[in-house]
Antibody, heavy 121, light 106 residues
């Protein structure tokens, strides 16, 4: 059974940092690209970042480029999102998700339960 | 490509047929996915490649379209289908989601 479990969310002051983790199980983690998606309270889904199977390629939304860093540790089946210079508008539930196929389109077939990040003084 | 969904909400009754549309700002062939999200839960993949049904998803859900115009149809709305639905451009980064369509009980 595929499982994704996010952790690391919490309350942080503007300008602060947080590191989110997403632990995966139930599939060959190193074969799949991984994605972070966020959802601000009462709002829709927003793609944040993506990382290739090996970790060699990373991608970011313009809204987080230069502030967030995605990485992965295939030996620990975990993907990370380092979030620096946090702003109030980064307040959201952050989901990690798995690409459905080992190549091709980015259809996201499994999602974690989400972790809430609140940026406030 | 930016994704625009309509309507933003729809009221319907159990048994109704509901259609949600999604328009891409540029052609994306059939590289579109649809998700269902219930309050407090993670999104669930329903449809990929515009019309392929994800494993385990009931056949009352169907998708169609190509290029810039797509639709999701629920044939015979069930109580568990009241939720918010999102389309997503799935081809390449930056990925993009539509604004969502909330299906509410009439």
């Amino acid at each position: 059974e595929v499982q994704l479990w996010e952790s690391g969310g919490g309350l942080v002051q503007p300008g602060g940092s947080l590191r989110l983790s997403c632990a995966a199980s139930g599939f060959i983690f190193s074969n799949y690209a991984m994605i972070w998606v966020r959802q601000a309270p009462g709002k829709g889904l927003e793609w944040v970042s993506g990382i290739s199977e090996s970790g060699d390629s990373t991608y970011y939304a313009d809204s987080v480029k230069g502030r967030f860093t995605i990485s992965r540790d295939n030996s620990k089946n975990t993907v990370f999102l380092q979030m620096d210079s946090l702003r109030a508008e980064d307040t959201a539930v952050y989901y990690c998700a798995k690409r459905r196929d080992t190549s091709g389109l980015y259809n996201l077939d499994f999602w974690g339960q989400g972790t809430l990040v609140t940026v406030s003084s | 490509s930016q994704m625009t969904q309509s309507p933003s909400s729809v009221s319907a009754s159990v048994g109704d047929r509901v259609t949600i549309t999604c328009r891409a700002s540029q052609g994306i062939h059939r590289w579109l996915a649809w998700y269902q999200q219930k309050p407090g839960k993670a999104p669930k993949l329903l449809i990929y490649a515009a019309s392929s049904l994800q494993s385990g998803v009931p056949s009352r859900f169907s998708g169609s379209g190509s290029g810039t115009d797509f639709s999701l149809t629920i044939s015979g709305l069930q109580p568990e289908d009241f939720a918010t639905y999102y389309c997503q451009q799935a081809n390449s980064f930056p990925l993009a989601f539509g604004g969502g369509t909330k299906v509410e009980i009439k």
